[in-house]
């Protein structure tokens, strides 16, 4: 039988429909703007967000490194939750793109609180850094998929505003925070001086990434992704599976967080094996093997074996995501395969 995989959301491939759509787009020279298809993207993710004006992107990480560059100078600091997707996973790319440093804060589930932040403002000396843009993660990946309350960030929003402060929003998960909340894209957005957004993950695309923002910030944007060498010519090809993503894959990440619900209860207390079902919240799963009999390399490689793909999530911690290419019947036989390999 083929391997479950539920190592991240980034390993769909592209559905029929999707494929269609690709081999049939309209494309030009998207580096001279003529790409009628990157254009529409733009145009529609724009539009979902609230925003003036958009920008496709290769990746996520780019979306991240474009809009903090934009929102920056060298020697400013960036406060955010200390499990930050761009302060772990990006490679450094802050530091030597943007020159600017981070002040982490340890938050709840993900979330930081308009206190906590408050609190870490630099003041005035000129031996400081400068506070200037506060970072957010929604869903928020190494809490767990987690949703960063919609009340609390219009409470930061009003403290940005106070103090002078710019606002970015990674999400590249929004979608699953939207799709589980009930609450409209623009409805997170609309707070943030920036955000990236992601079609390569719950969406299942197969590329791509956008950033939002003023028409002012989009032209920044404009000009730094073409020193990054991400202005690429007829992305029309790619910016169709994110249009078609955009039409038929929303609706359906309710069933990815209903599979990553049932995972985490049928795996949660049996065997040594707990996962925080507070934390379920939408498409992953952290799973604690502490108390089995198990390390974090042994138990990946047990249930490759069997059949079932994770990742390693910590010393003790695997991660399970849930995506359109499982089904809830992969997920019961990935539940037995979890149990045979964790029984004592």
Request: aromatic share 6%.
């Amino acid at each position: 039988m083929p391997l479950i995989d539920l190592r991240s959301d980034t390993v769909t491939r592209p559905t029929p429909g999707m494929r269609r759509a690709m081999v049939e787009a309209e494309v030009g020279d998207d580096v001279f703007g003529e790409d009628p298809t990157a254009n529409r993207l733009q145009e529609l993710v724009a539009e979902l967000l609230g925003a003036e004006a958009a920008l496709f992107v290769p990746s996520g990480t780019m979306g991240n490194q474009i809009s903090i560059h934009c929102l920056t100078q060298p020697g400013d600091e960036i406060i955010c939750e200390a499990g930050a997707h761009f302060l772990h996973y990006e490679a450094g790319a802050t530091a030597v793109l943007s020159g600017v440093q981070a002040r982490p804060l340890t938050g709840n589930n993900g979330a930081i609180t308009v206190e906590q932040i408050e609190a870490a403002l630099r003041g005035e000396s000129y031996y400081f850094p400068r506070s200037r843009l506060i970072a957010l993660e929604n869903t928020h990946n190494l809490a767990g998929g987690t949703i960063f309350p919609l009340a609390e960030i219009e409470r930061i929003r009003r403290l940005a505003n106070q103090r002078g402060l710019a606002m970015h929003l990674d999400g590249a998960r929004l979608w699953n925070a939207c799709a589980a909340s009930g609450i409209a894209p623009q409805e997170y957005a609309r707070h943030f001086d920036s955000v990236s957004v992601s079609f390569s993950k719950g969406l299942g695309a197969p590329i791509g990434s956008a950033v939002a923002g003023s028409r002012e910030f989009i032209a920044k944007a404009r000009r730094f992704r073409k020193m990054l060498g991400g202005g690429m010519r007829q992305v029309g090809v790619i910016a169709a599976a994110a249009i078609y993503a955009l039409a038929h894959h929303r609706a359906r990440l309710a069933e990815d967080h209903a599979n990553a619900r049932r995972f985490a209860e049928a795996l949660h207390g049996r065997h040594g094996v707990a996962a925080d079902l507070a934390t379920v919240q939408t498409n992953i799963v952290v799973i604690d093997i502490a108390r089995t009999k198990l390390g974090v390399a042994a138990a990946c490689d047990e249930l490759k074996k069997k059949g079932v793909l994770v990742v390693p999530f910590g010393a003790t911690t695997l991660r399970a995501v849930t995506h359109l290419d499982v089904s809830a019947a992969d997920i019961d036989r990935a539940v037995t395969i979890f149990h045979k390999v964790f029984a004592p």
